[in-house]
Nanobody, 120 residues
């Protein structure tokens, strides 16, 4: 059984920073892409940032210059450093990973979500 567990959400004032973490555990053979998506109330889930196994990254325009995605392959963990947060960043943030398990099956996995609220 593979699981993704997120941490690091919370309430922050505009202009503040937060760091999200997401660790994968279970019968993992390899992890390909990892990333973060978010979903605001009454909106569709949208990409924030993704990172490949070799470190290549892709960001949503709204995240460029403010957010940084990184990963520690030894720990099966992906991070999202969010700086200069804005009220419009308020959303539930979901971790994502494309994982091959010990049986050789590749599957998309999602975390349970962590709330980020940007408000004064």
């Amino acid at each position: 059984q593979v699981q993704l567990v997120e941490s690091g959400g919370g309430l922050v004032q505009p202009g503040g920073s937060l760091r999200l973490s997401c660790s994968a555990s279970g019968s993992i053979r390899s992890i390909n892409t990892m990333g973060w998506y978010r979903q605001a109330p009454e909106k569709q889930r949208e990409l924030v940032a993704v990172i490949g196994s070799g470190g290549s990254t892709n960001y949503a325009d709204s995240a460029k210059g403010r957010f940084t995605i990184s990963r520690d392959n030894a720990k099966n963990t992906v991070y999202l450093q969010m700086n200069n947060l804005k009220p419009e960043d308020t959303a539930v943030y979901y971790c994502y990973a494309l994982i091959t398990d010990s049986y050789g099956n590749s599957k998309h996995y999602w975390g349970q979500g962590t709330q980020v609220t940007v408000s004064s």
